[in-house]
């Protein structure tokens, strides 16, 4: 089982950037799908992108071009490297593991889920 821990949130001008790291441990990212999620308030929780086990990754088409999800097998860690924030990116970010072979953005292939990240953007 693994456990997830989110980090590297916080505020930002619109236009700004961010790098969320999502720390494992109890297991390593390479065996998992792994996926970043976020939630703002009011609204239910979206994909916003995932990355498998070869490194093909899956973008939501609100972050294509801008959000860059990556993983780092040697430090054990996921990260989403996010720029050209908009005001509209504002919400809680969680990381999320879980089995497959594909990269997906649908949260119910999730099995496993850190306790989030907010990332605020002001206009």
């Known amino acids: 089982q693994v456990q997830l821990v989110e980090s590297g949130g916080g505020s930002v001008q619109s236009g700004g950037s961010l790098r969320l790291s999502c720390a494992a441990s109890g297991d390593t990212v390479s065996s998992y799908r792994m996926g970043w999620f976020r939630q703002a308030p009011g609204k239910e929780r979206e994909g916003v992108a995932s990355?498998?086990?070869?490194?093909?990754?899956k973008y939501a088409n609100s972050v294509k071009g801008r959000f860059s999800i990556s993983q780092d097998n040697a430090k054990n860690t996921l990260y989403l490297q996010m720029n050209s924030l908009k005001p509209e990116d504002t919400a809680m970010y969680y990381c999320a593991a879980g089995g497959g072979w594909y990269p997906s953005l649908l949260s119910g292939v999730y099995n496993y889920w850190g306790q989030g990240t907010q990332v605020t953007v002001s206009s």
């Open positions: 990355i498998d086990r070869y490194g093909i990754t």
